[in-house]
């Protein structure tokens, strides 16, 4: 295994690390130990990249279960995430290894490293639940926030020293919500307010390695509300087998898609005539 990580330092300690496959990951470097968050796709040797930046000591967690964050979990001695997506973890990286393997070869990532039996075989790590709400790192402290929407046990890390503000895939650009185990867009509403209760200046989401303005979390939350839903969503046809999906642009060039089927229930309409 090569490590053909890209890492990038976006704030003090705050390092972004891509991988071959163009996942993002977060190594955060205080002055008494590191955190890396996620893992990534699992073809590159991230913990060498981790290395190459920090000796400190080291804990790593997942934001979430699913596979393009913890399919590299297995090159850490441990890597803790919340209980509930314990069960997801497991699941996510033994089964969609082969589909990740598929997509990689059809991206055109160079895998010369790689025998395609040695991927796939590899489990999802040794895996524990987070017991801790925050960790000192030494000049900077990681929060770690509940967050369900995503997923039922997502979790955004948040550095106050740095005034940032981590949102896993609860906020992306473009932020899929319509998975099995995705909860329903209210409650991925009430998890972003009380994210912007936080005081922050950047939002750092999962799939994409830029420094966001807060207030594009504060333009998410106001454009999700289930009137903004009723007006300007459409049907967002072959997202996933089996579930109506919808599809709204919170602002130019930002997507949200949606279950509709695990939508708020539309308030009743007081507008209309009472029987005698
Ligand atoms: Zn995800």
Not at 117 to 136: H, I
Not at 154 to 168: N, Q
Request: charged share 20%.
């Amino acid at each position: 295994m090569e490590c053909r990580i890209n890492a990038r330092e976006l704030a003090p300690g705050v390092f972004c690390l891509t991988d071959r496959m163009g996942m993002h990951m977060t190594l955060l470097c205080g002055a008494a130990q590191a955190l890396l968050i996620d893992t990534g796709y699992g073809f590159d040797d991230l913990n060498a990249a981790v290395r190459q930046i920090t000796s400190l000591p080291l804990r790593v967690i997942n934001t979430h279960g699913h596979h393009d964050h913890a399919c590299g979990n297995d090159l850490f001695s441990q890597v803790e995430l919340a209980a509930a997506e314990l069960p997801i973890c497991a699941d996510y990286v033994v089964s969609q290894r082969e589909r990740v393997w598929r997509q990689a070869r059809e991206r055109g990532v160079d895998l010369a490293d790689w025998h395609q039996e040695d991927y796939l075989r590899r489990g999802c790590g040794t895996l524990r639940a987070l017991t801790c709400d925050r960790m000192d790192l030494g000049g900077l402290t990681a929060h770690f926030l509940e967050s369900p929407g995503h997923t039922p046990g997502s979790l955004a890390v948040y550095v106050p020293e740095r005034r940032l503000l981590m949102t896993g895939d609860d906020w992306n650009p473009t932020t899929w919500l319509f998975f099995p185990e995705a909860e329903g867009i209210a409650c991925l509403r009430r998890s972003i307010l009380r994210l912007l209760a936080l005081d922050f200046d950047w939002v750092l989401p999962a799939h994409d390695a830029r420094l966001w303005p807060r207030h594009v979390l504060q333009t998410f939350y106001d454009a999700t509300s289930p009137e903004q839903l009723r007006a300007h969503a459409v049907p967002a046809s072959g997202m996933y087998p089996g579930k109506r999906v919808m599809l709204i642009h919170p602002q130019p060039g930002h997507s949200l898609y949606y279950d509709a089927d695990k939508a708020e229930p539309e308030p009743p309409d007081m507008s209309a005539p009472k029987a005698p």
